[in-house]
């Protein structure tokens, strides 16, 4: 049985937040595998993620112009990740959410949600790398994903969203590709 988008969200939200609840105070000027990241700023951009896209599974309004510095105004922000992705799999499971077309570029919703999805797997990926952790996502994410983002991986390129596509061996984790779709390297250790 296939889960929902929702559940989904629910399960990697989980398994970031745990990534997020061991990040340092200490750690948060590490680079990350994002270059234009540091962890703090990538922590930001991932709770922005979160908060933003609950707007989007309403077809309310979005602001990315933007990122606000959550690390740096909620000391309990590790927390409040966790809420917020929780109402992001809510957001998500309502009735109609994934109908029709949302955002400012008029996408499918469920492509959309994917794109949440995505970043749920990938960026808790980038934090536990820069920070020491073991991360293992959940594969029936990853395989959900995996479609869409190979899909968006040209247009997010163009756009400055992904890096050039980093080759990645025959044998690799489904993970793993999907980071060398995006211009991840999956070998990427801090320096």
């Not at 990534?19 to 922590?43: F, H, K, M, S």
């Not at 990926?125 to 994410?141: M, S």
């Not at 390129?157 to 991840?184: K, Q, T, Y």
Request: hydrophobic letters at 45%; aromatic letters at 6%.
């Amino acid at each position: 049985m296939t889960k929902q988008i929702s559940e989904l969200m629910a399960a990697a939200g989980d398994r970031a937040a745990a990534v997020l609840d061991g990040i340092e105070d200490g750690q948060l000027g590490a680079p990350t595998p994002c270059a234009e990241y540091d962890v703090r700023a990538l922590v930001n951009h991932l709770l922005h993620v979160v908060v933003q896209f609950q707007a989007l599974a309403a077809d309310r309004p979005v602001d990315f112009s933007e990122t606000p510095d959550y690390v740096g105004e909620d000391p309990e922000w590790r927390k409040r990740f966790a809420v917020e992705v929780g109402r992001l799999a809510q957001a998500w499971a309502a009735p109609g959410a994934l109908e029709g077309a949302t955002g400012a570029l008029g996408m499918p919703a469920p492509t959309v949600a994917r794109m949440a999805l995505g970043d749920l797997v990938v960026h808790p990926w980038d934090l536990a790398r820069a920070t020491g952790q073991e991360y293992v996502p959940d594969p029936e994410t990853v395989d959900d994903v995996a479609p869409t983002f190979a899909e968006l991986a040209p247009g997010g390129r163009e756009m400055g969203v992904f890096g050039p596509p980093v080759d990645v061996p025959g044998h690799a984790s489904p993970l793993d590709a999907l980071l060398g779709i995006i211009g991840r390297d999956p070998q990427w250790t801090p320096r």
